[in-house]
Structure formats: C-alpha cells, structure tokens
C-alpha cells in the first residue's frame, strides 16, 4: 500500500521504534494477566515471586506505554507535516494545465481534508501493530491453555472478521460518494469568500446562495456521511460484540461437547476480556484507514501520488547567457466559452533576441495569454517545440529554462515578502524602486518583508512590477500589465520603464491594447483566430481597438475585471 510505503520511507526509524515499544508493552499486559491467573490457581496468592514479578510487569507496562504514546504523538505530527508538504511538492511539480483543469477549490480540499484523513490513518499504523502483538501474544497463551478451544473460537473470529469487513466496504462506498460531493461544497465556499461582495449588496441572492446553493451542497456530503459512518459504527460494534459472544460460546457451549477444567476457563474468560481492548483500537482504526483510502483514491485522481518518495526536484543549471529564442510550430488546444469544441492556437512562429521589445495584441480570448504561457515554459507544446540557441527544451531542461523569465500576469498573486531574493542591498533597492511606483508612502520593505499587501489593483501589479525589478531576470512578460494604471503611470510605464528594460538588453514582451504606444516596440505582432500574424501593423491597429473596446465593455460591466 502507497500509505504504508510512503510512511516507512519518511519516517520507519520511529515507526519500527514505536512498534518495538508498544509491543513490549502488549506482551507486558498480557504477562500482567497469566500471573493473575496463576495467583487465582494457587492456594495462597500472596506468593512474593508473583507478586514482585507483577510489580515489575506493571513498571514496564507503565514505561513502554508512555514512551510509545510520545512516538505516536511525534509520528502523527510529523507524517501531517511531511505528507502535506509532500502534496505541495506534487502540486507545483505538476503541469500547470493539469492543475488549472483540476480547480484551486479540489487542491484546497486535498491539502485540508485529505491530509487530515491520510494522516491520522498513518499515526494508528503503530498503534495497529501493537495491537496485534496485543492478541497475537494473548491468542498464544490461549492456545496453551487449550489447543482445542483456540481453534474453535478462531473460526468464529474468522466468519466475524468477514461480515465486519463486507460492512465496513458497504460503508466505504458512501464515504466516497461524500467525498465526491465534498469538492462542490467546496467550490461553493470559495465562491461565497471570493464573491462576498456581490452576495452582501444583493440580499435575495445572499438568501439563494445560502439556502439552496450551498445549504443543499453540505447537506448532500452530511447526509452521505451520516449513513457511512453509521454502518461502519454498527460493524464496531458487532465486531465488539463478537468477543462477548465468544466468551458466552466457552462459559456455556465448549463444556457441552467438550470437558474443560474451571482454571483452563477462568483463563480463557480473562484473557479474552482483556484482547478487547486491543481489538477495539484494531476496530476503531478501521474506519481511518476507510477514510483514507478513499482521499489517496481522490488524489490519484486528481493525477498526484504520495507513494513514489519524498519529492522531485530537478537539478537547476542556470543559464548564464542566451542569443536566440524561437517557438516553431507551437500549437495548444483549449477551450473557449459558448464552443463545444477545442479552440486551437498556433502554430507559432515566434522569435525573441535581448534588448528587443515585442508588443502583442488581439481580442478577448484570441490566446494571447496561452502563447505567454507556452512562452514561459508553463505550458508544453502539444506540438512544435521551443528552442533556445538551437537547443529544444524539453522535461529535462524546462525548469532551468524557465528561470530566464519574470512575469506579471492579469490576475497578480503577491507574496508577503521578497520571496528567493537575498542581499545586503536588498532592503535598499527596494525602497528605491517603491519612491519610483509612488509606493513609498503605502508600502515599506524590512528584512526583505513588504509592511502589507492589501492594495488597490493598480498599486499590486505596481508591487509585483517592483519585484520584476529585483529578480533582474533576462526575459520579461507583461500581461496587461498597464490596464488599470492611470493615464500618468501608464506614460511611465511605455516612455520610461520598457525602454530602460530593453537598453539593459531584455528582452521584453508585452501584452496590450493601447495602440497609441506602438511605437515605442521594435515589433507588434497581433494574435488573429489562434493564428498570428508578423509585423502587420495595420491589422495590430485594427485589434489593438477593437481589445480596447471589448475590455473598456468587460470593465464597465465588472469593475474587478483584469480583462
């Protein structure tokens, strides 16, 4: 199981150590209750050697019992550490395409419930083990009292087991139909923080949302969970019952059929009262490991895996220097809103030199993003490839090729502080360029932290803008980037800031629509029905306007749109 193995790889010190512990203490406990029944055999039980022994045996019990509830405890913290920084190793590793088809709301959901699910399954493993030692050792001390009366009440533990188990499947089943449904309540909750806004100023549909929509989501996963969890309770409990049954099938029915001395059924009875107690940890981990499996079947699906080592990172070899970037006959499908079918974008054609600045324009959903992304390496080409001074990229080399580039894209995502920079100077440079945003006087840096990030959109992409600057990274992309400056900062950005970028020799690509400053790019290529279109001016023009249109129509309609 992927469970078990990513357990043992991260963490089997500890788990062997814990098993060790623990078994010791059940093979203790067990010890504890032979010399009960000895003494309760014997005429005089205050016998010292019994009595000493069972002095020690409650010494040691006490001891490996407490040190091996600090291994579970550091065992379940850490495996919920690990496991979840495991999962964030697997999302970034990931395509981003993949990640984008799957929703931020099921990656959430992952990263919260699944981690918690598959993390307390893996703090009960040492617990299991100990537990089996537990019978293990008491099933051993039955068999000597009685070879005979082990074997019957071992088949009917085994026809127990089996019922036990076709229940607990049954179970599952909901389980994971609630699971299934738990990723829409989900997107419903993202939905209600990201749309509060809309949902406050609009009472009868906050009224909706909270008492059809999302009301009618949770109830769905409560109702699942509700009939699951019942089913998997009963099975504990004729899985308990099972022991009593037992004890009433030696007390009454073995001595029917079968002669048994009173101390060879005291023992029995003793015995069997205290494997109850291990049996019902063993029961009560049953319906973990269920939950469990049904969020490692959930992350399988979503296309990640926990069970194939501790992460994959690649060895990074910088890139000093570059002469000649070109995409040949790049291609990508995606999908476009009111088509059935696949939009098809490319092929592309495209090169890129240092000190040049590339403009691309076309209308609302030509693919001009897209192309960024292909640029950027965060989309692979369906077809065609990408060279860069005559070498393709390819899986092997992709993530060093993608660390030439700094983009700020339409929707900008900040970090609280300057995230991979380093520097004396730091602090310095950045309070430079924060005066030259006009941002000195709503954001400072110390230690290399922004003092907040809760701006307008303007002064975000401005921040993020900030940070380009730091990376100093060969190759810049500029999503609409001046869309929602004003008139004074957009004239900074095209009169200034490109053509100082492009005189430290970037190379620059900028994705726009105003067509009044065309003239500051060496090149303006216009994206047309997927396909692009060299250096054709009068046809950049032409979409250049009717892109501003469309977006001056998209930002009337939704203020917070980017686009």
Known sequence: MKLIKFMLLSSWRIVLLATLVGGISGAASVGMIALVHAALRRPDPSVPTLAWAFAGLCVLVLTTQIASQWLLIRLSLGATKRLSQHLCERILDAPLRQLEEVGGHRLLATLTSDVGAIASAISGIPTLCISLVTLLCGAVYLGWLSPELLGAVFVFMILGVISYWTANARASHYLEIAREHGDTRWRHLRAMIDGSKELKI??????????????????????????????????????????????????????????????????????????????????????????????????????????????TERAIEPIAQWSHLEMIGATHTYYREREGEGFRLGPIDLTLEPGELVFLVGGNGSGKTTLAKLLTGLYVPEQGEIRLDGEVITAKNRESYRQLFTATFAEVVLFESLLGLEGATLDERAQKHLAELHLDRAVTVQGGVFSTTDLSKGQRK??????????????????????????????????????????????VLVITHDDRYFSEADRVIALCDGEMVHDDWELAQTLAEVGQATHRSSRSADPTSTK
Do not use: C
């Not at 009454?252 to 109850?276: E, H, K, Q, S, V």
């Not at 990376?471 to 004074?488: H, K, L, M, T, Y």
């Open 202 to 311: 609009h009472r009868r549909r906050r009224d909706v949302f909270l008492n059809e929509v999302l009301e009618e989501a949770q109830a769905k996963v409560r109702d699942l969970q509700i009939i699951g969890s019942s089913i998997q309770a009963a099975a504990v409990a004729w899985g308990r019952l099972l022991f009593f049954v037992g004890i009433g099938l030696v007390l009454f029915a073995w001595p029917l059929f079968r002669p048994i001395d009173t101390p060879a059924l005291t023992g029995y009875t003793l015995t069997i009262l205290y494997m109850m107690t291990p049996l019902g940890q063993i029961l009560g981990w049953v319906p973990s490991i269920t939950w469990a499996n049904v969020s490692l079947r959930k992350i399988e699906s979503l296309g990640l895996s926990i069970g194939d080592g501790e992460g």
């Open 462 to 507: 401005r921040l993020s803008l900030l940070t380009a600057y730091l990376e100093d990274r060969p190759i810049f992309v500029f999503d609409e980037w001046a869309a929602d400056q004003d008139p004074i900062f957009k004239e900074v950005f095209y009169r200034k800031i490109l053509p100082d970028l492009k005189a430290q020799g970037k190379a």
